[in-house]
């Protein structure tokens, strides 16, 4: 979506998101090919709307306090292919496609790699 | 896993989770089968052991105050198959067995089911 088409119109969708007190919003990234989920991290309304204008995955840096290009610095961009919101409009979630096969700080596929071990009794 | 075998040595992980202010750590729940992200909601310490010690996803409803478990009053409970936490330790990912195929309590499968458009430029 070019920044021509994000009309006030069609963004009223965002007003409508239930940010948090922070004015954040979690938002989930998974892989669209296979369906990995790939990390969890928050966006506001400026990240929101860099990521549909620019098409790759805008966060907010809570760390560094900032807008965060994810991939922007190592490459490892996250192209958008699907942009969805939950039913209570508090949890986004973007199926990308992810650049260099690594989302993790740590250089590995998925941040979510701390197996706890399950005994269902 | 039984209440016999969450000792105290083997739960050391969970006092390195980030729970936010409130106690809460955000939690994914996906389709075990093909990958589909059906919700995302919080635990607290208590929802996450009553989630290992039963095999079932149970939760902090931050709207009504109290434990949750996901399914009790309509049948459609989450069997944790996989329970892992990220790179951060601020988010837990469950990969469960979601009987009646339903998570949302509007009756879809998963609560993701607005789609924004876009239209990478």
Redesign the interface.
């Known amino acids: 979506?070019?920044s021509n088409?994000l009309t006030n119109e069609?963004l009223l969708?965002i007003e409508g998101l239930k940010f948090n007190a922070r004015g954040l919003i979690?938002a989930?990234a998974?892989d669209e090919r296979?369906?990995?989920?790939l990390?969890?991290a928050w966006m506001n309304r400026e990240s929101i709307l860099r990521t549909?204008e620019t098409?790759e995955a805008h966060y907010w840096s809570r760390s560094r306090a900032e807008l965060w290009h994810k991939g922007a610095t190592s490459g490892n961009v996250q192209?958008?292919?699907?942009?969805?919101?939950?039913?209570?409009?508090d949890?986004i979630?973007i199926k990308v496609e992810q650049v260099g096969n690594v989302a993790?700080?740590?250089g590995?596929r998925s941040?979510?790699?701390?197996?706890?071990?399950?005994?269902?009794?």
């Open positions: 979506m070019n088409t069609n969708w979690a989930i998974q296979d369906g990995t989920v990390m969890m549909l098409g192209k958008v292919k699907q942009f969805l919101y939950d039913c209570d409009r949890t979630l993790c700080h740590t590995a941040c979510f790699f701390n197996l706890v071990s399950i005994d269902p009794g």
